[in-house]
């Protein structure tokens, strides 16, 4: 069922993207390279009935792969005839991880925002390796993290960060790469953990943490539930105003979810009943998690687009899938790796990639909807790079083995210094491109 309907969707975002491929063709482009472009397309969907859904084939940002290869396949025509910008852009969310000796930039004694649970190093992670790798897209190189330059171009600015832990724990990386620099003081208006905001003050720039892990509104409605991991009511049509009516006045929002959807829900619209998800009740039908995934993130770009003065850009950080190995998490799954895949040796299936399609169909949907208002959205594409690091999670080392906890082996979150740190490196890229192109354009 579950991958049946990841085809499906997989198709529906080939057609998608393949509408894109031929947009910037044509201006430029004669009648006569239409049938080359078909010719294309149906290669590519040969290519995709008879191999294992590929997943750096069908990602969104493969795009300018294809791009490049039309642009070859012109070029041999003699005509060179697209802007030279468009071959220069590299997608550098496909890649390899590669040694890096020079890492980590930080260590749990320079720095002191990294959470309890994701200080590997102070729970007796034996192993060290995994901080040591730095991401190489495969076209171009990736900038390591430059916290001056960073600070440079968000002077004066204000970035939220909207979702679950993993979301802070991505805060909290970044405050440790930005301590070479400046660190920040608190200026968080409640006491609240789950809401703080942090301001650097030599470049007036704040940082804010939103607690949202299904970014709509919520209620628990029972803490045990059919899995004992809680029971949630999700209002799947109603903004979550802890967040919405905050984040006006920011320039960047960084949007994240995924994990909570995998307990029990229950789905309202309109204050209705609709389905569930796993929620064992009689006469509410299972609408799967994915139900729920789609329309919460359908609701929150929907509250994004629907600010009257919001004028900054909305980043997706798009999932970065878990490693439970040898069980799910709350029966007995661990990840005890060492080192990080290569792309050759795994690809994202399943779940995962169902909510990954789910979130680039919702991010268009949205896309489209900002543009009309001038607002943009850009894709954190870190679902490749993060399925490719088994290795980085806490796993035990998250708290003392003594500790009388019910906590599980976490292979959800990210050690800190980890791989966590190159989403900074990605961003700071993304943010340096942003400016070539308002430049240029
Ligand atoms: C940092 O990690 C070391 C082990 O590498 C540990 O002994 C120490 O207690 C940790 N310090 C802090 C402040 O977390
Ligand atoms: C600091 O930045 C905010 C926007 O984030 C701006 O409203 C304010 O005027 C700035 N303050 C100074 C002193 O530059
Ligand atoms: C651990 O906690 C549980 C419940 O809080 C308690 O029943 C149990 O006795 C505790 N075990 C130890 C070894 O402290």
């Not at 990841?6 to 390279?33: A, C, N, V, Y």
């Not at 979702?163 to 724990?169: C, Y």
């Not at 939103?210 to 109603?238: C, K, Q, V």
Request: proline residues 6%; glycine residues 6%; hydrophobic residues 35%.
């Amino acid at each position: 069922m579950v991958l049946s309907s990841s085809l499906l969707s997989l198709s529906r975002l080939f057609q998608m993207k393949f509408k894109d491929i031929e947009l910037p063709h044509g201006h430029t482009t004669p009648k006569h390279m239409i049938p080359r472009v078909t010719l294309l397309a149906i290669l590519a969907i040969l290519i995709f009935a008879i191999t294992p859904v590929s997943y750096p084939f069908f990602s969104y940002s493969s795009l300018w792969k294809i791009n490049k290869y039309n642009k070859h396949q012109s070029s041999h025509d003699g005509k060179e005839n697209l802007p030279s910008a468009y071959v220069e852009k590299c997608d550098i969310f496909s890649g390899e991880w590669v040694p890096n000796p020079k890492a980590p930039y930080y260590t749990n004694t320079t720095c002191w925002a990294i959470h309890e649970h994701q200080n590997c190093m102070k729970y007796g992670r034996p192993d060290s390796e995994f901080m040591k790798w730095r991401w190489k897209p495969n076209d171009c190189e990736l900038p390591i993290f430059n916290p001056f330059q960073f600070l440079q171009i968000v002077k004066g600015k204000s970035m939220a960060f909207v979702g679950d832990s993993v979301g802070r724990n991505q805060m909290q990386s970044m405050i440790c790469l930005l301590s070479r620099v400046e660190w920040p003081i608190d200026v968080s208006s409640t006491n609240d953990e789950y809401f703080k905001r942090w301001k650097y003050p030599s470049y007036n720039f704040t940082m804010a943490t939103f607690w949202t892990p299904h970014l709509i509104r919520t209620e628990m409605a029972d803490p045990h539930g059919p899995s004992n991991t809680g029971l949630f009511n999700l209002y799947l049509d109603e903004f979550d105003k802890k967040w919405t009516t905050q984040i006006e006045e920011f320039d960047y929002i960084i949007l994240d979810g995924g994990h909570w959807f995998f307990r029990p829900m229950v789905f309202y619209e309109r204050q209705k009943i609709v389905g569930c998800h796993f929620c064992l009740l009689k006469n509410v039908p299972d609408l799967t998690m994915f139900h729920g995934y789609r329309k919460a993130f359908r609701t929150a770009f929907k509250a994004i687009n629907s600010l009257e003065n919001f004028k900054g850009v909305t980043f997706l950080r798009t999932f970065a899938p878990s490693h439970f190995e040898n069980g799910i998490w709350n029966q007995g799954g661990n990840c005890v790796r060492t080192k990080p895949f290569r792309s050759s040796e795994t690809q994202l299936e399943g779940t995962n990639l169902e909510l990954y399609m789910i979130q680039l169909e919702e991010f268009k949907i949205a896309e489209k909807e900002g543009r009309k208002k001038g607002l943009k959205f850009k894709l954190l594409d870190t679902t490749q790079a993060m399925l490719l690091r088994p290795d980085g999670h806490p796993s035990r080392y998250g708290h003392w083995s003594h500790e009388n906890v019910t906590l599980y082996n976490d292979c959800v979150h990210w050690c800190l210094p980890g791989p966590i740190d190159t989403w900074s490196d990605f961003l700071l890229q993304m943010l340096k491109m942003e400016g070539i192109t308002s430049a240029t354009s």
